[in-house]
């Protein structure tokens, strides 16, 4: 029991636990519910933009022939084709119009038929190689070139790969690197030395 005159004191109390406890529970509601959001909003795909290809490209725009030409569909000798006549990718399995949209030369095409441009290669890449296609929207294969932070710009496939002949041939080793500080610097009398590490390692067993 509060004597009544003290009634006018404790109100401003009892709302202030009231309030207290309502916005604590608020405030702890709001950090949960975005908790429970934050895998749908991960899941959301990653925005990046793709370095563009069409100005990289030798024959492009491709119409400017190709529209005075009549589609052949057939499977032929291109002998007389001024760019690119064969293809060794995927050893005869498909034709150039597996990815050239017959009708647009200047759109690649997927194998359902739907246009594609030449800076969205991966959309016909993916197709048949997956995997590397998730890697590569990802960011675990291919190459960021732009904004490590925020919006990030990466190469499309055909940047590394020639998409006729995607296998990326090995490059030379890289030169050795300098002699550290301290160490005699090589010398070359025409005779082949094992490599240094080989001489501490057989040093190290007398
Ligand atoms: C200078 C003219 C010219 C340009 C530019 C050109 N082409 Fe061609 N293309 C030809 C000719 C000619 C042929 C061969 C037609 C034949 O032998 O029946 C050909 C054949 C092809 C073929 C073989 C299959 C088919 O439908 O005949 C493909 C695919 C092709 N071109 C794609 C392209 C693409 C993609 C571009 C643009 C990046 C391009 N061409 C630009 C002239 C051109
Ligand atoms: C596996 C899919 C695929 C096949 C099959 C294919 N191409 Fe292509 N082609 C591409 C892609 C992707 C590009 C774009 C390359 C780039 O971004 O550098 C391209 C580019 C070209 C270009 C433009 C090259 C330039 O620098 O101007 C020509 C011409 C071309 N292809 C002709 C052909 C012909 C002819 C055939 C059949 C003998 C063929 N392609 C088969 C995917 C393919
Ligand atoms: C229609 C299906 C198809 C499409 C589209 C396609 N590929 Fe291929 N790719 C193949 C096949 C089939 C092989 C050959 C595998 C073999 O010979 O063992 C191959 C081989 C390769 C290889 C060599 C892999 C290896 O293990 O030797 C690379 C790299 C490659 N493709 C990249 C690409 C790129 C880049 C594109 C897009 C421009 C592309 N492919 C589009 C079917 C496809
Ligand atoms: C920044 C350059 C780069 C980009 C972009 C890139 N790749 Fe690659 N890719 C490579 C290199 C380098 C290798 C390794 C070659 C090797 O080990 O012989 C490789 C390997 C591969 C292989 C396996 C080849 C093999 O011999 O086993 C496939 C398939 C492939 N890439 C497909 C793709 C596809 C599809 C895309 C686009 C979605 C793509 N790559 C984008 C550079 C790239």
């Known amino acids: 029991m509060f004597p009544s005159k003290n009634w006018q004191t404790m109100m401003p109390w009892w709302l202030v636990l009231v309030l207290t406890v309502l916005s604590a529970s608020v405030a702890n509601a709001q950090p949960s519910e975005a908790q429970a959001d934050a ?43 001024p760019h690119l006549k064969e293809q060794p990718h995927g050893e005869g399995r498909f034709w150039c119009l597996t990815c050239h949209d017959p009708e647009d030369r200047n759109s690649l095409r997927t194998l359902k038929g739907e246009r594609v441009g030449f800076s969205e290669t991966h959309l016909v890449c993916e197709q048949c190689h997956s995997h590397r296609g998730q890697d590569w929207f990802h960011g675990a294969h291919g190459k960021r070139v732009d904004n490590w932070q925020g919006q990030r710009a990466i190469y499309t496939c055909t940047e590394c790969h020639d998409p006729h002949n995607p296998v990326i041939p090995p490059g030379p080793p890289d030169p050795p690197p300098p002699t550290r500080i301290g160490f005699p610097p090589p010398q070359d009398h025409g005779i082949k030395h094992a490599p240094i590490w080989e001489t501490v390692l057989s040093n190290s067993h007398r």
């Open 39 to 81: 895998p749908a909003r991960l899941a959301v795909q990653t925005p990046f933009e793709i370095v563009p290809r069409e100005d990289r490209l030798t024959y492009y725009p491709c119409m400017a022939c190709h529209q005075v030409m009549e589609v052949n569909y057939q499977e032929r000798d291109l002998a007389q084709t």
